[in-house]
């Protein structure tokens, strides 16, 4: 069973923050501190979930039955589009950009950002088009509702010939969102670039770095194709201009291939994170060295390359030529070769470890289960004859929704969990922790598990109505949803409780190596300040006799002082 | 582990690392970064050039080229003259950069104003067809950059005759100059595709 523990030398104040109770204020205000931008960001996005999530379930209602009762087919399509763009755009990206702004300054021992006005502007940006995309549910004509892909022709029309109309709201905010990740792209890479402490060359980096690293070049690589693309629909639907219209000589296909030369890659620029996420909590939790690390943390690199030509196997079934179809199959596969060498670094780190099934641990196995699930689908769509029959059917949506939600929000929900105590000072409670993870790990296998039969039978997605033989995939489904809706309670609970009047943490309650646990909790303004380490190890050496930093003992010894 | 009784000898790394420092790093990545917006219009631009049943629209068979030809030289000459003007504030003399880097400043506003005749004096317009929108698109959204960099520029001017303003440096100085290069070089290639491949 899992017993954890605690430092006997526990900070005894009652309130770890330094500055007293008003504190909270700063997390309202324009703050250039890491600290205060991530917890922003991450509070940000979970109100967001709590969003998207609700037209998620709004979404499962309506298919419950297989007649289209519950809305009106046009504000169907409205709904489907909300979700995932409130879920790709406002919850995960703000997400995982406040992950990286707690995580990357004291795990390289970096005092702050190299930019901080420009991460906190990048912040503020997130309620900006938050609300520029929320509007548009008020505007005339209801919100886009194209999906989250918005392809022309369909989202370039526009019946109600309004100048502000849904689709032009979502477009000026996706793009205020992309110039919101890349000034975060321009800051983190610089951060880890030019800021790293003393000894840490390259290959003595966390895998969390890595995998922020490659994600944020990916950002930097990808990102900006989609603005292009943007402007252009932008263009066509307000200005007249024809680039994606037939009949002015336009190419609609060429705007898929602008859309996911970037959304595919956002996928891993998604996933990679919580790659490192799960590399860095298996060895915590495991108490053994990462295996292979050096393999795994230049594979994050591979998938990084590669992910930049395989955009096409989302267009196997949109006119595209056959020696296309097949070399980006060809691409598509390869993929799975870095991406297995993760899988089989971390089935070899937990092979006779002595595991520790806590509330992180359980969110990372589970993510890991769910993401070799969705690995294997994903293989199965990356062949071009399986992807024509089952595109663009509640098989694709099983299997993104597998990897989106099961693998990604899963390690979210790891890293949240695992470094709560470190920024926030308090424990969570551990109960409430296993019953948020019992709920969300029954909630999303019955809610996209059946799913995966409903499309191989040919159920296509984005309509609101459905053949009632797929009647029986749908009721499962959607109790799953509502299931899920319940696990934000405890989860919801948690946080807020364990936040205000949870037990105060320890340094380093996990026993975990890294440079953030030889901090504080919460850390001070500029993290180590003056007092850099010098790192001579990477930071996985469990049950090894090799030293993390030079002088451990002293900084252990000051991570207990309060400051 | 080291034991207790060993006395810690730290590496004092100083934990107030200068911002300044990383401003150029920042800039060249997102300059890397800008750049594929470009890219994403030239891909764009081939293919549909390439594929587009129409190209030019009714009554016109191509662009002339020697007035932008002109103003291509213009802007191509002012990237060796911003060198010198960084080459003068290198040395010190301040007064050599002002003048030099104003001469920048002119350079690249008369290649808007050459751009402003351009388009004034065309008989079509973003909506005439695929080649009317990439054209604007295109000249429009470099202008933009020109414009941007002309305005950083005036900043730089401005800033050069505030004390103590090269304390730290010349960064901003440096990234201006990058950027007009930038600038300069997408130029170069939307020259190419728009005014030479016809």
New interface residues.
């Given amino acids: 069973m899992t017993i954890i523990n605690y430092d006997q030398r526990l900070v005894k104040s009652k309130n770890p923050y330094p500055k007293g109770p008003n504190d909270w204020k700063r997390f309202f205000s324009f703050n250039t501190d890491a600290k205060v931008i991530g917890i922003q960001y991450i509070v940000t996005a979970l109100f967001f979930l709590l969003l998207g999530g609700l037209l998620g379930m709004l979404v499962r209602g309506e298919l419950i039955t297989p007649p289209s009762d519950l809305f009106d087919p046009t504000v169907y399509n409205g709904l489907y589009t909300m979700h995932g763009t409130v879920m790709l755009f406002l919850f995960l990206f703000p997400m995982l950009s406040g992950l990286t702004n707690l995580l990357v300054p004291p795990m390289i021992g970096a005092p702050d950002m190299a930019f901080p006005k420009l991460n906190a502007l990048a912040f503020w940006l997130v309620p900006v088009f938050s609300i520029i995309l929320l509007l548009s549910f008020f505007v005339p004509g209801g919100p886009a509702s194209s999906g989250w892909w918005s392809y022309p022709p369909i989202s370039i029309q526009n019946p109600l010939g309004k100048m502000i109309n849904g689709e032009m709201l979502w477009i000026t905010a996706i793009s205020l969102s992309g110039i919101s990740s890349i000034m975060g792209a321009v800051n983190f890479v610089t951060t880890i670039i030019r800021m790293r402490a003393p000894g840490m060359g390259f290959f003595k980096m966390p895998i969390f770095i890595w995998t922020v690293l490659a994600a944020q070049l990916l950002q930097l690589l990808g990102l900006p194709a989609l603005t292009g693309g943007a402007i252009m629909l932008f263009f066509d639907l307000s200005f007249g201009t024809s680039f994606f219209r037939i009949e002015g000589g336009g190419d609609p296909v060429l705007f898929q291939h602008f859309f996911w030369f970037y959304s595919h890659p956002a996928v891993y620029v998604m996933v990679l994170p919580v790659f490192g996420i799960f590399s860095e909590l298996f060895p915590v939790y495991a108490r053994k060295p990462l295996f292979g690390y050096k393999f795994v943390a230049v594979a994050s690199f591979g998938i990084t390359i590669l992910s930049l030509v395989v955009w096409v196997h989302h267009m196997f079934y949109t006119g595209t030529p056959m020696w296309m179809r097949n070399l980006f199959m060809f691409t598509t596969m390869l993929i799975a070769v870095p991406t297995g060498v993760k899988v089989f670094a971390w089935i070899a780190t937990l092979w006779g470890g002595n595991l520790r099934l806590s509330t992180p641990m359980l969110f990372c196995l589970g993510g890991l289960f769910n993401f070799i699930f969705g690995g294997i689908t994903g293989v199965m769509l990356a062949t071009v004859p399986v992807d024509i029959h089952v595109g663009n059917t509640y098989f694709v949506v099983a299997h993104f929704h597998y990897i989106i939600f099961n693998t990604i929000a899963f390690g979210i929900f790891a890293g949240i969990y695992h470094w709560f105590p470190k920024f926030t000072g308090r424990m969570f409670y551990e109960g409430l922790g296993k019953v948020h993870f019992a709920l969300t790990f029954i909630g999303a296998t019955l809610n996209w598990l059946p799913l995966h039969w409903a499309g191989l039978l040919g159920m296509p997605r984005r309509v609101a109505s459905y053949d009632p033989e797929f009647a029986i995939w749908n009721v499962i489904a959607s109790i799953g949803a509502f299931i899920l809706g319940v696990a934000s309670i405890p989860f919801i609970l948690n946080m807020v409780s364990s936040w205000v009047r949870g037990k105060a943490a320890p340094p380093n309650p996990w026993k975990a190596i890294g440079l953030e646990w030889l901090l504080p909790s919460p850390p001070p303004h500029e993290n180590f300040e003056d007092d850099i380490p010098t790192v001579l190890n990477e930071p996985y050496c469990y049950g090894l006799d090799k030293p993390f930093v030079q002088d451990e003992q002293f900084y252990i010894d000051k991570s207990f002082k309060k400051h | ?4 009784n060993k006395s ?10 200068k ?1 300044d ?2 401003n150029m ?2 800039f060249i ?2 300059l ?6 470009f ?3 030239f891909v ?1 631009y081939g ?2 050039k390439v ?5 030019y629209p009714e009554g016109i068979d191509g662009i002339a080229v020697k007035e932008p030809l002109i103003n291509t030289v213009i802007l191509v000459s002012s990237s060796f003259v911003i060198y010198f003007a960084e080459k003068s504030l290198h040395k010190k003399n301040l007064w050599g950069f002002r003048s030099i880097w104003f001469i920048t400043m002119l350079m690249g506003s008369y290649f808007v104003y050459g751009q402003y005749i351009e388009w004034s004096e065309l008989s079509f317009s ?2 005439s ?2 080649f ?3 054209f604007y ?1 295109l000249t429009g ?1 470099h202008g933009l950059h020109v414009i941007t960099g002309i305005l950083l520029m005036g900043l730089m001017l401005y800033r050069s005759f505030l004390p103590n303003n090269y304390k730290g440096g010349e960064m901003g100085v440096e990234s201006v100059s990058l950027f007009w290069h930038f600038v300069d070089v997408i130029w170069i290639i939307l020259f190419v595709l728009i005014y030479l491949w016809q």
């Fill in positions: 582990m080291l034991s207790e810690p000898t730290i590496n004092h790394t100083p934990g107030h690392v911002h420092g990383h790093t920042g990545i997102f890397c970064s800008e750049s594929i917006i890219f994403a219009f764009g293919i549909l594929t587009a049943p129409v190209w973003l909506q067809g695929v009317g929108g990439m698109l959204f």
